[in-house]
């Protein structure tokens, strides 16, 4: 079992920065890849941003260049840093840790982009 859990999340203004936390506990040894996604009101969920194991990252065409997922290994955290803030990038921010057998989801954190 792997447990996540996120932070971070908040109201920001158009063209702000907000940074997100996902903190990872339990089996980590079985995590292929962490991942972010979204889900904004009456719409899916939808991939944001991912890093496997050997720190190769992608990123969703809609926040590349201005998102940036890392990883702080010792501290079993995988950030978001989020800059040039939309209000479309309004939404529940959800980790997902991968492995070979299941997926794991945090809790989500709101993310609103308003002025």
């Known amino acids: 079992q792997v447990q996540l859990v996120e932070s971070g999340g908040g109201l920001v203004q158009p063209g702000g920065s907000l940074r997100l936390s996902c903190a990872a506990s339990g089996s980590i040894f079985s995590i292929n890849a962490m991942r972010w996604y979204r889900q904004a009101p009456g719409k899916q969920r939808e991939f944001v941003a991912q890093?496997?194991?050997?720190?190769?990252?992608n990123y969703a065409d809609s926040v590349k260049g201005r998102f940036t997922i890392s990883r702080d290994i010792a501290k079993n955290t995988v950030y978001l840093q989020m800059n040039s803030l939309k209000p479309e990038d309004t939404a529940v921010y959800y980790c997902?840790?991968?492995?070979?057998?299941?997926?794991?989801w945090g809790q989500g954190t709101q993310v609103t982009v308003s002025s």
């Open positions: 997902n840790a991968a492995s070979s057998i299941r997926n794991y």
């Open positions: 890093i496997n194991k050997s720190g190769d990252t």
